[in-house]
Structure formats: C-alpha cells, structure tokens
C-alpha cells in the first residue's frame, strides 16, 4: 500500500525532477488532494516570478549626503536640470534628514536655472507653508516672485518678438504683488534691492499695457474704454513715466465723448505737470491724436492672435 507523500519528501522530489516529473508522481501515486494544493501554490509562485521580472530595476540608496554633493556638483557644472533630479530623489529618501532643508532650498534655483519657473514656484511655496521659521524663508519668498516674474517675461516673449507692454500682464501684476509681500515681511533682506528694482519696472511695465489697451480702444472707437484705461494708469500707477501719456489719453477721451469741460481741466493738469508734454503744442494746446477714421477690423485679431475674427 502507498504511504502519504509528506512535504519534505515532496521538496526533494521538486528539486530533482522538477515541476512537470513532480507531477506525473503525485499522480502516480494518486493523491489529488495534495496535487490540487500544490499545483496552486506553484501557480501562484510562477505568477509572483512573473511579476517581478518585468519590474522596473530599482537603483541603489545612495547616502543622503553623496545626492547633496552630486546636485552641488551639478550645480557647479551648470547642470541645473541634472542638480534637480539628485535634490528629488534626495528629498524623497530622506525627507527628514540632515540635508533635507538645504536640499529644497537648492532645489528651488535649480529648477528656476533650468527655465523650470512653475515648478521653482511650488517648491518655493512649500517651503513657505513647511518651513514658517526657517532663517532662509526670505529667500524663498523672494525666489516665488522671481519665479513669477521670469515665467510671465518668458511666456510669449520665447514665440513672439513682442514688446512686454503689449501682453497680458495678469502675472506680472502676480508677480508685483508677491515682491510686495517679500518686502513687507523682510525689508532688511539682501535681496530687497533686488526685488525693489523689479517692482519698479513692473509698476512701469504695467502702467504701459494699460495704455497699449487704451489705444487700441481708441482705435476700436471705443473712447469711454479708453479713458478707463487712462484714468488706471493716473490713479494706481502716479509715479510711473507713463501718466504724461495717460492724461492725454483721458483728454481725448473726453474730448471724443463730447464732455469738454472735464478735457480742460485734465488739460490744464498736463500743462502745470509737463510744460514741455510733447501732446502740446507751442501756445500749450492739445495736440489730437491721429485716430483712423474706421474701426480697424484686424487689430482685434492681431491682439487675439488670430483666435478672434
């Protein structure tokens, strides 16, 4: 009579024969109970294999601190893009480790060295949220700014050879005011000048898209608009190079609209504020702007690059 096939004897026999010999024994010896329970665990060993033989090979933990030396290593080589993946992959494996605060830190300038401004953004703003203490929070701050500002000049400035003013300017305005809040909570930090200087020419650059507009609502005949526009740029923009042209642009504006007295007294603010305005003429009048006689039918679709009819 055949004794039961217990499972070291069973392994030895695998191990020699192998799966397909194995079988034909167990069958051989007629027991389908213990074939049934082994078949299934074999198939599900095979599947397991199967498994893990078409996974991704997974690389190495490096030390914490050989991913710090290859990003600054990067870094130094002008490999921003290269310095960011190490910063990554070290954030990720030691988010709470000696190099973890520096790491994003550095991550931030790599990603904004390679042209990468919406991602230094969002690096920038979790620090801000993770790190409220840090000693290195206005530089964040700062570098969410700049990250604005870079990423709004490039925007259509990489496809088109257009003049700043004559874009949308909802980031700059963006980028204005988080320049402002750096400056109110570190107005002592090294990068304040820095910052300073570049709300200055967003304060101006802005101020001049508000005019850009205002012409081509002039040119749309469209005065009440325009003098929106004018009056933007005289309200929230006084100490720009730009509110000569905005009272002028107000002047004609009114002047359009049939509303004569309210054009004489702005008038009467050019010449007191710019004697020498190059929208007067000798006996200090106001010198008209050349408008078109018709709406132009294609300034819509060049502004609207071609989206608008």
Same mark, same amino acid.
């Given at each position: 009579m055949? #004794?039961?096939?217990?499972?070291?004897?069973a392994?030895?026999?695998?191990?020699?024969?192998?799966y397909?010999?194995f079988?034909r024994v167990?069958?051989?010896?007629?027991?389908?109970k213990?074939?049934?329970?082994?078949?299934?665990?074999?198939?599900?060993?095979?599947?397991?294999?199967?498994?893990?033989?078409?996974?991704?090979t997974v690389?190495p933990?490096l030390?914490?601190k050989e991913?710090?030396r290859?990003?600054?290593e990067?870094?130094?080589?002008n490999?921003?893009?290269t310095?960011?993946?190490?910063?990554?992959?070290?954030e990720?494996r030691?988010?709470?480790? !000696?190099y973890?605060i520096?790491?994003r830190?550095?991550l931030i300038?790599a990603?904004?060295?390679a042209? %990468?401004?919406?991602?230094? *953004?969002?690096?920038?703003e979790?620090?801000?949220?993770?790190y409220?203490? &840090? &000693?290195?929070?206005?530089?964040?701050?700062?570098?969410?700014? =700049?990250s604005?500002?870079?990423?709004?000049e490039?925007?259509l400035?990489r496809?088109?050879?257009? %003049?700043p003013?004559?874009?949308?300017t909802?980031?700059?305005?963006k980028?204005?005011?988080e320049?402002?809040?750096?400056? #109110?909570?570190?107005?002592?930090?090294?990068?304040?000048?820095?910052?300073?200087?570049?709300m200055?020419?967003? #304060?101006n +650059?802005?101020?001049?898209?508000?005019?850009a507009?205002?012409?081509y609502?002039f040119?749309?005949?469209?005065? =009440?608009?325009? =003098?929106?526009?004018g009056?933007?740029?005289?309200? *929230?923009?006084?100490?720009?190079?730009?509110?000569?042209e905005?009272?002028?642009?107000?002047i004609?504006a009114y002047m359009d609209l049939? +509303?004569?007295?309210?054009?004489k007294?702005? =008038?009467?603010?050019?010449?007191d504020?710019?004697p020498?305005?190059?929208y007067?003429? !000798?006996?200090?009048k106001?010198i008209?702007? !050349?408008?078109?006689? !018709?709406?132009?039918?294609?300034?819509?679709?060049?502004v609207?690059?071609?989206?608008?009819?």
């Amino acid at each position: 009579m055949l #004794r039961p096939l217990d499972a070291k004897y069973a392994n030895r026999i695998a191990m020699i024969v192998g799966y397909a010999s194995f079988t034909r024994v167990v069958l051989y010896m007629g027991f389908n109970k213990t074939l049934s329970r082994f078949l299934t665990i074999a198939s599900f060993y095979a599947v397991l294999t199967a498994c893990s033989s078409n996974q991704p090979t997974v690389e190495p933990d490096l030390p914490e601190k050989e991913y710090f030396r290859l990003a600054q290593e990067a870094l130094d080589n002008n490999l921003p893009t290269t310095a960011a993946e190490q910063l990554k992959q070290l954030e990720t494996r030691y988010p709470f480790g !000696e190099y973890s605060i520096p790491a994003r830190l550095d991550l931030i300038y790599a990603q904004f060295e390679a042209g %990468n401004y919406a991602a230094a *953004h969002a690096t920038a703003e979790r620090f801000i949220k993770n790190y409220p203490d &840090n &000693n290195a929070l206005d530089y964040a701050y700062y570098m969410r700014g =700049l990250s604005t500002y870079k990423g709004a000049e490039t925007f259509l400035g990489r496809y088109l050879d257009l %003049n700043p003013a004559e874009r949308d300017t909802s980031e700059f305005d963006k980028a204005f005011s988080e320049f402002a809040d750096f400056l #109110r909570r570190f107005p002592s930090s090294e990068y304040a000048p820095d910052a300073k200087s570049r709300m200055v020419y967003l #304060r101006n +650059l802005i101020a001049e898209q508000e005019l850009a507009i205002a012409h081509y609502y002039f040119k749309r005949k469209a005065p =009440l608009s325009a =003098l929106r526009r004018g009056q933007e740029v005289i309200q *929230h923009y006084p100490s720009t190079p730009s509110v000569e042209e905005a009272l002028a642009v107000t002047i004609q504006a009114y002047m359009d609209l049939g +509303l004569y007295e309210e054009a004489k007294q702005n =008038l009467s603010i050019l010449v007191d504020s710019f004697p020498k305005s190059r929208y007067l003429n !000798e006996d200090q009048k106001f010198i008209p702007f !050349e408008l078109p006689r !018709e709406a132009d039918p294609d300034l819509l679709y060049w502004v609207s690059l071609g989206m608008i009819e």
